[in-house]
């Protein structure tokens, strides 16, 4: 099972700041099998990236993704309001599909 | 516009089996997606539980193969989660959700999820 890890744990920010995420994975996989999601309080997940660096339907391009091999980064350029939530990684490119266990990126 | 929506029982005894389903509505549980449930116990993060294709082909978390069934009923455009012998550990919110192939395997379509309470 791939294992992955999101650091910080948490990160706290201001309105406007930019905002680095990791995931590192404990074994290589096709990086095209790496997706980021966002969650706020009560609510499902909403994926932002997928592909590890194309960004879904709707998502701004202040979201951007990066990273292959075991490496991989979510970059915020610039945050809004909205953005304060929890953030996961997830990989399909072994089974079984693993989440990260989450950065919370809250309000400094 | 595909909309995912969970339906079950809220609360349940241990050792009883727990049964979801998710209604696919705006589109065809025949497409070339795989629908997969994901769990999340309260305040911990996410946990897939396993996929199926409108075939019936499915996969399945290890740590929870031994008791979990997923089914599609493609005349009523559902799939359902099976989870036998369920303990206060099976508490969680239960999410459907969709695989897309286009988008690299990533979960794309969620339902609003539903939360499961295992008490005596």
């Known amino acids: 099972e791939i294992v992955l890890t999101q650091s910080p744990g948490t990160l706290s920010l201001s309105p406007g700041e930019r905002a680095t995420l990791s995931c590192r994975a404990s074994q290589s996989f096709s990086s095209n099998y790496l997706a980021w999601y966002l969650q706020k309080p009560g609510q499902a997940p909403r994926l932002l990236i997928y592909?590890?660096?194309s960004r879904a339907t709707g998502i701004p391009d202040r979201f951007s993704g990066s990273g292959s091999g075991t490496d991989f980064t979510l970059t915020i350029s610039r945050l809004e309001p909205e953005d304060f939530a929890v953030y996961y990684c997830q990989q399909y490119g072994s089974s079984p599909v693993t989440f990260g266990q989450g950065t919370k990126v809250e309000i400094k | 516009q595909v909309q995912l929506q969970e339906s079950g029982p809220g609360l349940m005894k241990p050792s009883g089996t727990l049964s979801l389903t998710c209604a696919v509505s705006g589109g065809s549980i025949s497409s070339s997606n795989w629908w997969s449930w994901v769990r999340q116990p309260p305040g911990k993060g996410l946990e897939w539980i396993g996929e199926i294709y409108h075939s019936g082909s499915s996969t399945y978390n290890p740590s929870l193969k031994s008791r979990v069934t997923i089914s599609v009923d493609k005349s009523e455009n559902h799939f359902s989660l099976k989870l036998t012998s369920v303990t206060a550990a099976d508490t969680a919110v239960y999410y459907c959700a969709r695989l897309s192939p286009a988008d690299y395997m990533a979960f794309d379509i969620w339902g609003q999820g539903t939360m499961v309470t295992v008490s005596s």
């Open positions: 592909g590890a660096s």
